[in-house]
């Protein structure tokens, strides 16, 4: 007489075969490309462009979002003298449109004397409302140079994709109390959260003071206004000009935090997004220090890591005003916020010019972009290679970040 086995126990068998064959192979690590390219490139020795950051509107099609990108151009005679903002877009990510000025984002005349401009400027996409929100902040002129004491003001603006506009940059407002005269979100790296509300890094300080502190603020945003609803912990370091142009990500269910400092770079953590640890030098997992001082750094995330984009000495990069290029990327250990040395990699390489001030977006689960400007201050440094190119060093994902 046969025996028959029972066909769940057979699929049993071969269900915990497979188990066993698949945990033998040891996973792939995680690993990416770099795609380095030129948008756009030349100098006419009198002004530059500069603040070059990118947001992504997805999109359907085979290229899986339009590209906005921003900039304005700097006044090589002057120190931070800004004009409107224009645009460049692409929906294919190799045909670009533009540069095209925007007026809604340009200077506005204060007095005979005066002008008021927005200025640090960073688009992102803000899923719960569906549009492209740029946030910075206000900038005050007096006979074309920067005020020295000055308020200053969370600045942001609007996208129209339908007619490629942007609406009249506004402020938002913060509660009226005298550490928030001078308040803004310059270069700053936001996170929203899955109801619509933001969290927005801010550095703020009495007008009169020197050292500013860093917070993270809560906000509502309907589409057209920014609101202010709260705002977290804040934190500063009795060096300098204190802690400020602040950055933030969120990994993993926690929210990392990154400051510049004059001397130093500072990293923090936190559970909620708002209440922040103290802040910590970055190093490297050999505890040496970083070697990051005197510029923004900003994050780039997969689902399964958590790097880091950053300027730094002791790269053969003496010749490069405060050692802002070239443009490194290297892996963090969440656990003890270091710097994996092993991992850090030249994204855009140097010729001469300051790279302090770019931008991350995440353009699909494959693939984000880091966009920067050769900011061609001081004047020669063209000697070098330089040519105030406008770069995207596009990170390419070995597998898709699995967070979408």
């Given at each position: ?142 006979n074309n140079k920067v005020m020295h004491v ?202 001469g010019a300051r790279m302090g001030n770019f ?46």
């Open positions: 007489m046969k025996k028959f086995i029972p066909v769940c126990i057979v699929l049993g068998f071969l269900a915990a075969g497979n188990h066993f064959a698949v945990a033998d192979e040891k996973p792939q690590p995680l690993t990416y490309e770099v795609d380095l390219r030129t948008v756009t490139e030349g100098f006419d020795g009198k002004t530059c462009w500069v603040q070059a950051r990118t947001g992504a509107i997805p999109q359907t099609g085979d290229f899986p979002a339009t590209i906005v990108l921003t900039m304005q151009k700097l006044l090589l005679s002057g120190s931070d003298v800004f004009y409107a903002l224009n645009e460049m877009r692409t929906t294919d990510g190799e045909q670009w449109i533009g540069p095209t000025e925007h007026s809604t984002l340009g200077r506005r005349r204060l007095s005979e004397t005066q002008e008021i401009a927005i200025c640090d400027f960073t688009p992102g996409w803000h899923a719960k409302t569906k549009k492209l929100l740029g946030t910075g902040h206000s900038v005050h002129y007096e000055r308020k200053r003001s969370v600045a942001y603006s609007v996208y129209n994709e339908t007619d490629h506009t942007w609406s009249e940059w506004t402020t938002m407002a913060m509660p009226d109390q005298p550490e928030f005269e001078d308040c803004g979100a310059g270069s700053a790296q936001r996170v929203d959260l899955e109801d619509g509300t933001i969290l927005l890094p801010v550095y703020f300080k009495k007008k009169e003071e020197k050292q500013y502190s860093t917070t993270v603020v809560l906000c509502d945003f309907d589409g057209e206004k920014l609101t202010y609803k709260k705002h977290g912990s804040a934190h500063t370091v009795p060096i300098k000009r204190g802690l400020y142009e602040p950055s933030i990500t969120k990994f993993q269910n926690k929210y990392y935090l990154t400051m510049r400092n004059d001397e130093k770079g500072y990293v923090s953590v936190s559970d909620d997004g708002l209440s922040y640890s103290e802040p910590i030098i970055w190093k490297f997992d050999v505890e040496q220090e970083l070697g990051n001082y005197n510029t923004q750094q900003h994050w780039v995330i997969h689902s399964e890591k958590l790097f880091l984009v950053y300027t730094r000495r002791g790269a053969n990069n003496d010749h490069v005003f405060r050692h802002r290029a070239p443009l490194f990327m290297a892996e963090v250990d969440p656990k003890t916020l270091r710097v994996i040395r092993k991992t850090e990699r030249i994204i855009v390489p140097e010729k931008a991350v977006v995440k353009v699909s689960p494959h693939e984000s972009w880091v966009t920067v400007a050769e900011w061609m201050q001081p004047v020669g440094i063209e000697k070098y290679g330089s040519n105030n190119r406008i770069y995207t060093a596009r990170i390419k994902w070995s597998r898709p970040d699995k967070s979408e």
